[in-house]
């Protein structure tokens, strides 16, 4: 009997530590649950207040995606935001607009329609600043959204233009702005362009210059003539004549025309040329025409044109500027006044040859000269 009622008083002792065992277990569970979940919700909270605190960035393009100019500049932007200490996806979150009114929405309504689209994303994004690539996005965008919001100090950045800004009343003047909008000119170098391709070819001294009719391209051709044809008195090269056509088909004729009234056959933009029914005739079938078809040396003055086919380009650096623009937005964004900020055509300048189309022409260029090549 002694030893059952041993036996039971162990068993009851055991049983009594199993129990103590799970309540204590349990317990130390659920204060570990506790503390995970603790933790967990002090990370959310630091990750939104960190969201909270990144800056939003907003670039609006004039044209399309595929548009190699575009993702130059943007890339520069993000590089100089890096220089300026605002790193993408740490220090600010992106946002990227394509107005795409360089081919598909082309007519002065349909620009109008895609800057207010371009309007609806500002307010619904609300950003720290907003860059702004080309003509159309300036005008239509950056300017309208400041007459409309007269009260907002959004800042906007702009490059790619080819406009005098300062007609538009929010820009006061180049040196100063005055208000929010500042950024970076676009100037063609036709002075170094010329001058590298005399240096090339001494022996050449015509050139004539090839546009389109896009009212991108009607400014440019009519700065040209103000800017350089009205004031520069050492041109490297004589300027023949200045040629702007509406269809591909005047494009052809015109080629063939000047074949031996010109040494160089200057480009200046080839994307709105219009076939018999009125489309827009692609890029690439241009410029396969072209050079089957002209005997002359190119001479472009955007970057890509080389990319594209023409023999010689001497442009302005969409890369270079994006990143010139990107640190001003650092400025900007570290409490920097952007009226404050002069408006400046910043003269970054690549060259770019392309070799298979020098090839065709039996040019061999200098490797002093091939040197030159950014």
């Keep these: 009997m002694r030893l059952k009622r041993k036996m039971d008083k162990r068993v009851f002792v055991f049983f009594i530590i199993i129990v ?199 400014f440019v051709v009519n700065s040209f003539k103000e800017r350089y044809l009205e004031k520069v008195n050492n041109s490297p090269l004589d300027v023949v004549a200045v040629v702007q056509v509406k269809t591909f088909r005047e494009w052809k004729e015109k080629i063939k025309e000047y074949q031996k009234k010109a040494d160089f056959l200057g480009i200046i933009t080839y994307h709105q040329l219009r076939d018999d029914d009125g489309n827009i005739v692609d890029a690439s079938r241009v410029v396969l025409w072209t050079i089957n078809n002209n005997k002359l040396p190119e001479i472009g003055f955007l970057l890509f044109h080389a990319e594209d086919g023409f023999w010689l380009a001497v442009g302005v650096s969409p890369y270079k500027t994006g990143r010139y623009v990107g640190t001003i937005g650092a400025e900007i964004l570290n409490g920097k006044n952007p009226g404050e900020i002069p408006i400046v055509d910043p003269k970054l300048v690549d060259v770019a040859f392309n070799l298979e189309r020098s090839k065709m022409l039996g040019i061999e260029i200098p490797i002093d000269i091939l040197g030159m090549a950014t």
């Design 20 to 218: 103590l065992s799970l309540i204590v277990g349990y317990f130390l569970l659920k204060s570990e649950t506790s503390i995970n979940v603790y933790f967990k919700e002090t990370e959310t909270e630091l990750k939104s207040r960190h969201s909270q605190n990144m800056k939003r960035v907003l670039i609006i393009h004039s044209y399309h995606r595929e548009w190699g100019w575009d993702q130059d500049t943007e890339n520069g932007i993000i590089e100089g935001l890096e220089n300026g200490g605002y790193k993408l996806d740490k220090d600010y979150t992106l946002k990227t607009f394509y107005m795409d009114t360089k081919n598909k929405y082309t007519t002065t309504e349909q620009i109008k329609m895609r800057a207010e689209q371009a309007m609806n994303i500002i307010d619904e994004y609300k950003p720290d600043i907003v860059f702004i690539n080309d003509d159309n996005a300036l005008k239509y965008v950056a300017v309208a959204y400041t007459l409309k919001n007269p009260d907002s100090r959004l800042p906007f950045v702009f490059s790619g233009i080819n406009v005098d800004p300062s007609v538009y009343e929010p820009i006061d003047t180049l040196e100063k702005p005055g208000h929010s909008i500042t950024g970076a000119l676009e100037r063609f170098p036709y002075y170094q362009s010329f001058s590298l391709a005399k240096r090339i070819l001494p022996n050449r001294t015509r050139v004539v210059l090839f546009a389109d009719s896009s009212p991108s391209s009607n």
